[in-house]
């Protein structure tokens, strides 16, 4: 059942032209980027941003509702990922140090997620299961935990989030990080991304583009694309035109009757590489040119800048993610689009060294609550009340299903979603039902069900925590609730089962 008004204008023929075609989108380089900066003297800053510790209400903030008597068209769809953002990292979510005013706005303006998980811990089975809307290990390339070579990706005829949207009408683009395999076999452009441009792995040295193996990795559609500026200032620059781009077409659309080609609704998966490692902000030009003559001379490593960084320096980084999404939003509003755009924000996993992830334990790669849990926001000014705080547990998949049912999109049956759509929780007030939260990763495996989290880590040890109690995981349960252990365990081997295995080695 779709959640959009049924007496809405209909916009679910897909148009002959896409509406920001790949050369569209690269004529535009570099025209939004004055204004984008210009446009956050509107958006303002947010001096002393209310802060709020796990599962505890900011200033000002109430139980999430929905309200049901609202109506609108089908949303355009902006999905916004940090890369290795920790679940406190944002002053909304408890940071002490960390100053994020615009993305506390985005909180106060929308639905604040306490309780909201990552598809997996690493950054390309995380995104196997946004893409997808299925558990990473229902698919060969989302084994690897995460994509280190050229051997798996994405394969190209399994249906993704962004091809099932195009399908329904949506242009489509993809501007930042991708990690789901590498060219020429996988690429955005191959699954369903009309507009791609961006980096194919997993890190890159901010300044010179160099990736993990020391090649060069950024792209625009599948060719090398040579710009070595800041990225973050690239990605930042190239959403605000592609956001601009398309709400002067809709303009255009709307002042000649509403062409379908012109008023097309788009989805953009926004991916930053921020604060991912290495390191570096805005202007170390210094430290990036010594990192790369590391590179350059074969230094195994140097790209993961252990040695590097700083709590100062992480703190710089995340604030450097929040004004460039703050120059999307203002770039959204100018555009005339804000209101019925679906904004969504999140990480793609939990954070890394120097995040901040009181009082979860555990980090990156671990589904401890601190590899998992997630800061999450959601802002649709025409359906969603400002100022609201959910604690429902939800995770990666169930985005995908509430996006394509939002969007009027339908899943392929033969690729069955993992997720469950929380379209009726979101909009029409339905109550969430109990279900179980899965995950799985080499050597570690847990399930959520209610407030129960069943865990294995790496020891071999069977634990139960009861997470609203203890969200720290300090207190295992198992010897005082065997049953309730055995029927969670029986729960995820049941999942696991019908899972591929990982390859031996």
Not at 108 to 121: D, I, K, L, N, W
Not at 416 to 439: H, I, K, M, V
Request: proline share 7%; hydrophobic share 35%; charged share 25%.
């Amino acid at each position: 059942m779709s959640s959009v008004d049924p007496g809405a204008p209909d916009t679910s023929a897909p148009s002959p032209e896409p509406a920001l075609s790949r050369r569209m989108f690269g004529g535009l380089a570099g025209a939004g980027a004055a204004a984008a900066v210009g446009g956050l003297g509107a958006l303002g800053t947010l001096a002393g941003a209310p802060s709020a510790a796990a599962g505890t209400p900011a200033p000002g903030e109430r139980p999430f509702r929905a309200a049901p008597d609202r109506h609108s068209r089908r949303p355009n769809i902006l999905f916004i990922l940090g890369d290795d953002l920790g679940w406190a990292d944002l002053s909304s979510y408890g940071a002490p140090e960390i100053r994020t005013p615009h993305l506390d706005r985005l909180a106060r303006q929308g639905v604040r997620f306490t309780q909201a998980y990552s598809g997996s811990a690493t950054c390309s089975p995380t995104r196997f299961s946004l893409y997808t809307g299925r558990y990473p290990g229902r698919t060969e390339g989302g084994l690897a935990e995460p994509i280190a070579d050229r051997s798996v990706g994405l394969e190209p005829g399994h249906p993704t989030l962004a091809s099932l949207l195009r399908d329904a009408g949506y242009a489509t683009a993809l501007i930042g990080k991708w990690h789901c395999g590498y060219l020429p076999d996988h690429s955005p452009t191959k699954s369903g991304w009309e507009t791609f441009f961006g980096n194919l792995g997993g890190a890159l040295e901010y300044y010179s583009k160099l990736g993990l193996a020391g090649e060069y990795d950024l792209y625009e559609g599948d060719a090398e694309y040579q710009d070595l500026r800041y990225y973050t200032r690239i990605l930042t620059e190239r959403a605000v035109d592609l956001v601009t781009a398309a709400g002067r077409r809709a303009g255009e659309g709307r002042a000649t009757g509403g062409r379908p080609a012109a008023d097309r609704p788009w989805l953009l998966n926004l991916n930053f590489t921020t604060p991912h490692w290495p390191w570096i902000a805005d202007g170390d030009t210094a430290q990036s040119a010594e990192i790369v003559r590391r590179i350059k001379a074969g230094e195994p490593g140097a790209l993961q800048h252990r040695d590097g960084g700083s709590l100062a320096k992480y703190r710089e980084m995340v604030e450097d993610l929040d004004r460039s999404v703050g120059e999307v939003l203002a770039a959204l509003k100018r555009s005339g689009q804000e209101e019925n755009t679906l904004v969504f924000f999140a990480s793609d996993n939990g954070g890394e060294r120097w995040s901040y992830n009181w009082p979860l334990s555990g980090n990156k790669a671990s589904l401890q609550e601190g590899g998992i849990r997630v800061p999450t926001i959601v802002r649709w000014p025409s359906r969603l009340d400002a100022g609201q705080v959910s604690h429902e547990p939800v995770f990666t998949p169930d985005w995908t299903a509430t996006l394509l049912e939002i969007a009027g999109a339908r899943p392929d049956r033969a690729h069955p979603l993992d997720g469950t759509s929380l379209a009726g929780y979101l909009l029409r007030g339905e109550r969430l039902a109990e279900r179980d939260l899965f995950w799985r990763v080499r050597g570690e495996r847990a399930l959520r069900r209610g407030d129960w989290k069943y865990y294995r880590g790496k020891k071999g040890t069977d634990q139960l925590f009861h997470l609203t109690d203890d969200p720290r995981e300090q207190a295992d349960k198992a010897a005082v609730e065997p049953r309730l252990l055995a029927r969670l365990k029986a729960a995820w081997e049941a999942v696991d089962d019908t899972l591929l295995a990982y390859p031996e080695g």
